[in-house]
T-cell receptor, first 120, second 115 residues
């Protein structure tokens, strides 16, 4: 089946540094990927929609300059947390759509394993 | 926008019993309702989904029902096993061919199956 891979699974960084998280679709091409943030024992909050070859679409309240998203190829989207602060510590999850599977060809959604960010 | 409410937030059942998790949605145009299972420290995994043109779908011990009129859908797990213990999320979305379908998630249910 389709697999979405995230890297790194865990990252610890110092306050003020930037961290990049990668999301890869391993066996399908994804024109659209989604980035979520999840707080402990909470639901997934959509941060932004990553579109291959164009700018990401951010949800209301998400700082574009803080969370940089790049979808440079059909199999890779990256989320960069810039000038990280302790309040950015969270579980970040990406998802990608396999356009060959799913309702009305809009694709079944597959999630990565998540990346745990801890900012000291 | 869409609003999805999920109940209960926690659910404990004895091994072998059934578990039911319920969700309601607000957008009558929503037409796709997936359920995800999330184990600790991992990303969500799709376990079953249902489209708006059917009322029920079953896959072994898991079933989902949809009531479009009432705008609610439910997940049923029968003969529960300890490995069913996880957080379950319902979701809803709307979309048609060519659209980038976004999911609105429920708040999650922590299911614990007691041996």
């Amino acid at each position: 089946g389709a697999v979405v891979s995230q890297h790194p699974s865990r990252v610890i960084c110092k306050s003020g540094t930037s961290v990049k998280i990668e999301c890869r679709s391993l066996d399908f091409q994804a024109t659209t990927m989604f980035w979520y943030r999840q707080f402990p024992k909470k639901s997934l909050m959509l941060m932004a929609t990553s579109n291959e070859g164009s700018k990401a679409t951010y949800e209301q309240g998400v700082e574009k300059d803080k969370f940089l998203i790049n979808h440079a190829s059909l199999t890779l989207s990256t989320l960069t947390v810039t000038s990280a602060h302790p309040e950015d510590s969270s579980f970040y999850i990406c998802s990608a759509r396999d356009p060959s599977r799913g309702f009305f060809n809009t694709g079944e959604l597959f999630f990565g394993e998540g990346s745990r960010l801890t900012v000291l | 926008g869409e609003n999805v409410e999920q109940h209960p937030s926690t659910l404990s059942v004895q091994e072998g019993d059934s578990a039911v998790i319920k969700c309601t949605y607000s957008d009558s145009a929503s037409n796709y309702f997936p359920w995800y299972k999330q184990e600790l420290g991992k990303g969500p995994q799709l376990i079953i989904d249902i489209r708006s043109n059917v009322g029920e779908k079953k896959d072994q011990r898991i079933a989902v029902t949809l009531n479009k009129t009432a705008k609610h859908f439910s997940l049923h797990i029968t003969e529960t096993q300890p490995e069913d213990s996880a957080v379950y999320f319902c979701a809803a979305s709307r979309g048609s061919s060519g659209s980038a379908r976004q999911l609105t998630f429920g708040s999650g249910t922590q299911l614990t199956v007691l041996p």
